[in-house]
């Protein structure tokens, strides 16, 4: 077979992870069916317990609808809204700023370290010390682990320790990462997750979760996700309705077992292309200190991106781009939002080469050793 004959290989393929554990996925669906409950159900209890508990001890989790509202739960139960900013990065899946503002705060964006994509603890640091006039008091700070890579925390917790802000980590894309040890989403007052198909850890369907150490503040959140209700129908507080269903509860609870073999297949196959970068054009992605890193992405910078992307095309190997567009210069909003010191200039810089290699832990070895040949040839 030549390159063009051959199957093409995606960037992401939700359903190879359903065809690998096939038979218990299909099992816990009956067994959720079966049940005849199926809105915050035993399922989702169980699932609850066995995510907080994976997280570490003391950790309560609490499922939702998907990862945009968890953030935005977060925000709810901490009583963060109008009159509120809250940082973030551009650098991000536009949910994270879709959350801020679904709770009526007022987003801030700050700049990102290249050479790891994370938000840039020093511009933070300066922002929480000084922050820029005609805002609203900052009240919480919002660091994206993105593509799967811890950020550099320890020194973000401890300015919003000083200043009497709230760290909540985004961790849409860093199930199972750890920084110096401690896994991500146990570092901050407060953790979101999504259960997005493509995640390390996905529904079949959309899902999300949080965590925190304070019991009373995940008391508060669970009761914010059903309208309010301590007392079934009777709201003590105004709440929203985001609830994860009992099917998806059920399949979650079968991929998570399954979630650490995961990832560490991620970390074989990203050490395969590191390999096959070595000496070519392409820098392989570095790694903070102290990180485990879980790859949820394998992202690579390009000064033509489209050639590059077009070329290992030819040779069926499919790319992404997360993400093309900052968003701070998208539509929704451009000119609208306030942006820190910097400028967001790196972001946008990045925003213009990244791409994605083929990451998902059901890749066969033929498949890693077709990539790796695909980027070898780029170096002739």
């Keep these: 077979m030549n390159a063009s004959t051959l199957p093409v290989i995606p960037q992401a393929d939700p359903g190879a992870g359903y065809r690998a554990h096939k038979d218990a996925i299909d099992a816990a669906v009956a067994r959720a069916l079966g049940s005849g409950w199926y809105i915050l159900g035993k399922e989702g209890e169980a699932f609850e317990r066995e995510y907080g508990a994976w997280l570490g001890e003391g950790m309560h989790a609490v499922g939702c609808a998907n990862g945009t509202d968890a953030l935005a739960l977060i925000l709810r139960g901490l009583d963060i809204g109008p009159g ?34 994370t938000m840039d603890a020093e511009e933070l640091v300066a922002v929480l010390e000084d922050p820029p006039p005609g805002l609203p008091p900052i009240r919480a700070v919002i660091p994206v682990h993105i593509y799967g890579q811890p950020c550099d925390l320890a020194p973000m917790r401890a300015a919003c320790d000083r200043e009497g802000v709230f760290l909540i980590e985004d961790c849409a894309q860093a199930h199972g990462a750890r920084l110096d040890g401690r896994m991500v989403g146990t570092i901050g007052h407060a953790s979101a997750f ?56 059920a399949i979650l609870r079968v991929r998570l077992p399954l979630l650490d073999a995961g ?12 390999a096959a970068l070595a000496g070519g054009p392409f820098a392989a992605p570095l ?10 992405q394998y992202v690579l910078r390009s000064d033509d991106r489209a050639a590059t992307q077009a070329a290992l095309k030819a040779q069926g ?40 290699l083929p990451m998902y832990p059901e890749l066969t070895d033929g498949q890693v050793k077709r990539v790796c040949d695909g980027l070898r040839s780029l170096a002739r």
């Design 84 to 117: 509120s900013t809250v940082v973030t990065v551009s650098h991000t899946a536009v949910a994270t700023v879709a959350a801020i503002e679904m709770v009526g705060a007022t987003p801030l964006l700050v700049d990102i370290v290249p050479e790891h994509y």
């Design 194 to 249: 999504s259960l997005y198909p493509t995640k390390n850890l996905g529904a079949l369907g959309d899902g999300g979760v949080l965590a925190t150490p304070d019991a009373a503040l995940a008391k508060r959140i669970a009761a914010i996700r059903q309208y309010g209700w301590h007392e079934r129908y009777i709201s003590a507080e105004v709440g929203v309705n985001s609830r994860l269903d009992e099917l998806q509860a």
């Design 263 to 274: 990832n560490a297949r991620r970390r074989e196959v990203a050490a395969a292309y590191d």
């Design 287 to 296: 790694r903070r200190e102290g990180v485990e890193h879980v790859f949820h």
């Design 317 to 356: 190997i499919g790319t992404g781009i997360h993400y093309p567009v900052p968003v701070h210069l998208q539509g929704a909003y451009k000119d609208r939002v306030a942006l820190g010191p910097a400028g967001c200039g790196e972001t946008a810089r990045a925003a213009g080469e990244v791409f994605s």
